[in-house]
């Protein structure tokens, strides 16, 4: 009891805690930072252009669209004679990012198509918008006779339309067509709340590697062991100083970044939207964020307190991530189920799929998709850090201390 | 340091289990170093050891005779292959968390946080035992390193390093201080501070084991020693004893007429040596005997002292490490006077050269002086 307090002095007190937390606290500066960067609140003026803007994208998307019904592939061709040839998927590609996108959504049917957005207001007003203004528009009129204006925009792709009621496009949306970034807090935040788990497994993993080893190095271990010569409880104190101390800082770090992201949202951005349900969501990221950083440092703080050097963590850490994360990656896809990435994103993002192809000896690949849920992810890392902390303590309980 | 060592009388209680427990009790401890693929290092081969509570003892022996292992083992830093070991009658290690926070101990070179200061060092201490903070100021200020408490340790030179090593083991006003060579970098007024320091913590009733290679320093301030060499024990007993049993019973004199006092000594057959202006007379069981010899010849004595031997020289006796001119000796090999033994290689030592309890009954020059009484005038 009293030996965890003073440990936890002692990790507080060290220059390289202090180090690492002055580069977290930098870390999450950045992260604050980018949020903010170039996001700026839309205006109704913003909102009214870009509305147009999507209305105008909408009716070209159906003018091709009944183009390509009218079996008129091959006369917008004569148009483009610049252009090479419009079999090549490319020339889709190359124009505008909101017309990419809109090739497979259009493909789909109103219904699905709606499911991501119908909690966006701006496209429901902008759909309704379009309808509007669908029937006065050149291009509509110029689609019946057929003749120039059709020009001016892309000819269809083969096969771009087909099964596609033309009167069902309602894609894109004004929020595709914003000329600006806009930070929204709810959107973005759960993305952010993983990463920062991740940042505080790194900074755990250093600080607990670095807090044992160098009470080896330095040789005070002995000295220690003359004051409480129980080894298992001298370790686990150290280890509950280190957990105690994360967890202060996991806490402390997400309350500073929400607050601080949440600002953002609030001056530049969208800080709108912040419901029970996403409260509760980051809620349970910060937990599991917190849980993963206290297992990473906890395999840090083994490894060190095993080898009796700070160094070997980092060293074991390499290893991995060159002969695991690297290697065993390219060797056989399978492995992956077993990588630390492939789980901790399982556990950070409540399950993550893996996809394998498997191929035959004749060269034909099917997809397999793995799935690797939330449960599995997290007893996998805790599972992990459990075993290596039991096996260091064992070390430390039997080796002679020299 | 000295003027505030009579504070530090032991702490309320010794945790004897009986009264008349020996502070420390070592019997048969081995223990073999693994190094590397399957070699071995006997490093401890059935030591024995035993020290008195209340007193000074020292704990002598050649480099790498094994005493920091042994100290290691008691304090269970090192675990034992065998024997056992007790503390006030405690066994050990099983009862040392009972018994370590009345042993303070400073174990060859101990370390401290470098980037943390002397002061902050010893609070970490005091507080895992639940010391009080004002302990702290207090065996600073015996140690003399007071002013300087609040430098990071790892401006500290030597020997304030080893004053806080010091200090540290004086934080829990122990009843058992083990010192492993604390004199190591210690000024003149350090080592002599230290000694007064620790016979004020002898008379308070503290037992002090005290391993150090300055014997002049052990013979001052020590009650008892032990010697041990290759892992075994080779003596133990006051110093006076095993001082006597090394002793040569040579007795020097200083006598007006040395050519002539030499003559007659020899003639009542005792073996003499001219030594300059001096006469030294061995085998003598009784000094006052050459007084009567030279006295009936009206020869008179100025000056007669016995030629006791001095730790060093029964140390290195009974150590076999006596350096031979024109040959250096190693590190573990025994008998470098050259008695014979070749360098061992089996891992195995020989038996020591002498395993005895010094006492004056063994003193080995004590002869009848047969010829008493008898004048040749
Ligand atoms: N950790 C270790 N690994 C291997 N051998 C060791 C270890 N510690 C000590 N030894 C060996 O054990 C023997 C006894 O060493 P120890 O340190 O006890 O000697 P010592 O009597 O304290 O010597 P010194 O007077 O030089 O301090 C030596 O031969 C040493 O090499
Ligand atoms: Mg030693």
């Known amino acids: 009891m009293r030996l965890w307090w003073v440990e936890l002095r002692r990790l507080f007190g060290r220059r390289f805690t202090r180090l690492a937390l002055l580069l977290l606290i930098g870390l999450v500066a950045a992260m604050v930072v980018s949020a903010g960067y170039g996001s700026r609140k839309t205006s109704e003026n913003d909102l009214a252009r870009a509305e147009q803007a999507a209305a105008q994208e909408r009716?070209?998307?159906?003018?091709?669209?009944?183009?390509?019904?009218?079996?008129?592939?091959?006369?917008?061709?004569?148009?483009?004679?610049?252009a090479p040839s419009p079999t090549v998927p490319a020339s889709a590609s190359a124009s505008a990012a909101p017309r990419v996108s809109a090739t497979p959504r259009t493909t789909a049917t109103p219904s699905t198509s709606a499911t991501p957005r119908t909690t966006a207001t701006p496209s429901t007003s902008a759909s309704a918008g379009a309808r509007a203004l669908a029937t006065p528009t050149p291009a509509s009129t110029a689609t019946g006779s057929g003749t120039a204006p059709v020009g001016s925009l892309e000819p269809p792709l083969p096969g771009e339309f087909d099964g596609v009621d033309c009167a069902t496009i309602t894609y894109p949306t004004a929020t595709d067509m914003m000329d600006h970034r806009t930070f929204s807090f709810r959107d973005e935040m759960p993305a952010r709340a993983a990463f920062l788990a991740a940042l505080l497994a790194l900074v755990g993993y250093l600080v607990g590697a670095s807090y044992v080893g160098a009470e080896w190095q330095h040789g005070t271990m002995?000295?220690?062991?003359?004051?409480?010569?129980?080894?298992?409880?001298?370790?686990?104190?150290?280890?509950?100083?280190?957990f105690a101390g994360l967890i202060a800082v996991g806490v402390t770090t997400y309350a500073v970044g929400f607050a601080a992201h949440w600002a953002v949202a609030d001056l530049l951005g969208d800080a709108g939207g912040v419901t029970r349900g996403l409260q509760g969501s980051l809620g349970l990221v910060v937990v599991r964020g917190i849980a993963l950083a206290l297992a990473i440092a906890a395999c840090g703080f083994a490894i060190a307190y095993a080898v009796r050097l700070s160094a070997a963590a980092l060293g074991a850490a390499i290893a991995y991530i060159v002969g695991a994360e690297i290697g065993l990656r390219v060797l056989t896809q399978e492995s992956q189920?077993?990588?630390l990435t492939e789980n901790i994103t399982a556990w950070l993002n409540r399950g993550t799929k893996i996809y394998l192809s498997d191929c035959d000896s004749t060269g034909r690949c099917t997809e397999k998709i793995l799935d690797l849920t939330m449960w599995q992810g997290g007893a996998y890392v805790g599972g992990l850090a459990l075993v290596l902390a039991v096996v260091a303590a064992i070390v430390f309980a039997r080796r002679d201390v020299t | 340091m000295a003027a505030a060592a009579t504070r530090l009388g032991s702490r309320d209680t010794v945790p004897a289990s009986s009264t008349t427990a020996p502070a420390i009790e070592i019997q048969g401890l081995r223990k073999t170093f693994r190094r590397g693929l399957g070699a071995r290092h006997v490093a401890l081969d059935g030591l024995d050891l035993v020290v008195e509570p209340g007193r000074v003892h020292g704990f002598l022996g050649p480099n790498g005779s094994g005493k920091t292992t042994t100290i290691r083992a008691l304090l269970g830093l090192v675990r034992a292959d065998e024997g056992t070991m007790r503390l006030f009658g405690h066994q050990v290690p099983e009862a040392l968390p009972d018994v370590i926070r009345h042993i303070g101990a400073v174990v060859e070179s101990p370390q401290f946080f470098p980037h943390f200061s002397g002061r902050r060092n010893l609070r970490l201490l005091a507080q895992t035992a639940g010391v009080k903070r004002r302990r702290v100021d207090e065996v600073l200020e015996i140690v003399g390193l007071h002013d300087r408490a609040k430098d990071a340790v790892k401006a500290y030179s030597l020997g304030m390093r080893q004053r806080l090593a010091i200090a540290a083991t004086l934080l829990k006003e122990p009843s058992l201080l083990i010192l492993d060579e604390p004199n190591n970098g210690l000024d003149p007024a350090g080592i002599r501070e230290v000694r007064d320091l620790m016979r004020g913590l002898a008379d308070g009733g503290v037992t002090v084991l005290l391993s150090s290679h300055i014997l002049a320093e052990v013979q001052q301030v020590c009650d008892s020693v032990s010697i041990v060499s290759r892992g075994r024990h080779v003596v133990t007993g006051p110093v006076a004893e095993v001082l006597a049993a090394g002793a040569s019973g040579d007795v020097r004199v200083r006598v007006e007429d040395a050519e002539y006092a030499a003559t007659v000594l020899t003639e009542a057959g005792l073996p003499v040596r001219r030594d300059g202006e001096l006469l030294i007379v061995s085998d003598v069981a009784d000094p006052s005997w050459i007084t009567q010899v030279l006295a009936r010849r009206r020869l008179f004595v100025s000056e007669l002292t016995p030629i006791g031997a001095d730790l060093e020289s029964v140390f290195l006796d009974l150590t076999g490490t006596t350096p031979v001119p024109g040959r250096s000796g190693q590190v573990g090999e025994p008998f470098a006077a050259g008695l014979g033994a070749p360098p061992r290689t089996d891992g195995k030592p020989p038996p020591p050269p002498r395993h005895a309890t010094a006492g004056p009954a063994e003193t080995p020059q004590r002869r009848e002086a047969d010829n008493d009484g008898q004048d040749r005038a």
């Open chain 1, 222 to 242: 002995a000295g220690l062991l003359l004051w409480e010569p129980r080894r298992v409880k001298v370790y686990v104190a150290k280890l509950f100083a280190l």
């Open chain 1, 59 to 82: 009716s070209d998307q159906r003018a091709r669209c009944e183009t390509a019904h009218a079996g008129g592939a091959a006369t917008p061709q004569r148009d483009r004679s610049a």
């Open chain 1, 337 to 339: 189920r077993w990588l």
